[in-house]
C-alpha cells in the first residue's frame, strides 16, 4: 500500500484503510509476507536455533534403532517406551518418541503391508461414438414390498445412446457380461477401440467380467470407492428416465417393466 498523505500531512494506517476501503487484516497480512528479495525480511526464513535440550542426531538414531527391533515390531509407541522403561531405559518421553517417529513417517502400522494407493478421479473423453462406454445397474420396484427388478444399461458418453440394455430378475456378473458381449458384437467393436467405466459394485469388478474385457480388448475403468459422482453420465440417464411423469411406482411382473422399459428407451432415444 502506496503512503496516502492529507493535508494535515502522513495518515495512519487506521485512516489509509478506511479512506480506500482496504480492511486492515489484508493489509498486514500483506506486509507479512515474505519477501525474497527484501533483504529486511530474510531474517524471518531463518531456521529457529534448536532447543539445548534436544536429543542430539545420534540420540535420535538410537531411539529408531530400538523401535525397529523385532520385539517391537507389533508394539505400539507407549508400549515399546513403558518395556524401555521397565528394563531401565529411559531414552526420551512417549511424545519425543512419536516426534521422531513422525519424522520418518513411521507413526502407524510398522509391519510392511499392503497399503492401497492413491486413486485418482476418472476422466472420461470421448470425440467420437463408441470410444467410451458407461454401464450401471438401477433398481425397479416389483409388485410386491422388499421385490425389485433390476435394470442393466450400457450408455455411450458421446452420444447418451443406451447401446445396450436388459431387465432382469437379480444383478449377476454373468448376466452383465451376456450384456456386454451382445453390445459389443451388434455395434462391432475392434480390440483396443473402446474404454468402458463403472461404479465398484460386485458385478462390475467380477473377475469373469474382467476377462472377458481383457479377451475383447476393451480397457476397464472404475469409480473412486465411495465416490458417488465419478459415474454421472449412468446416473443422470437413470434420473432422465425414473423422473418421467408416467414412469409406474411399481412394476407388476417382469414382462410388464421389460415393455415399460421398451416405450422408455424408445422415447429417450
Known sequence: MQAVTSARGRLSCVEACAALS?????YYRARGRVSPRDPASRSETRPRKGSPRALSAEERGLVLDLAHE??????????????LLDEG??????????????????????????RHPPYRKPELLATAPNQVWSWDITKLRGPAKWTY???????DIFSRYAVGWMVARCEAALL?????????????????????????????TAKSLALLLADLGITQSWSRPHVSDDNPFSEAQ??????RPDFPDRFGSLEDARACCVRLFDWYH
Open 22 to 26: 482496504v480492511p486492515r487484516a489484508s
Open 70 to 83: 523385532e520385539r517391537f515390531v507389533d508394539l505400539s509407541v507407549p508400549q515399546v517406551w513403558a518395556t
Open 89 to 114: 531405559q529411559y531414552l526420551c518421553s512417549i511424545r519425543t518418541m512419536y516426534r521422531i517417529l513422525d519424522a520418518r513417517g513411521e507413526v502407524r502400522e510398522r509391519r510392511n503391508q499392503l
Open 149 to 155: 427388478f433390476y435394470l442393466y444399461v450400457v450408455l
Open 176 to 204: 452383465a457380461r451376456q450384456l456386454i458381449e451382445e453390445s459389443a458384437a451388434k455395434h462391432g467393436i475392434e480390440p483396443g477401440q473402446l474404454q468402458i467405466h463403472s461404479d465398484r459394485g460386485g458385478p462390475m
Open 238 to 243: 437413470f434420473k432422465t428416465l425414473k423422473y
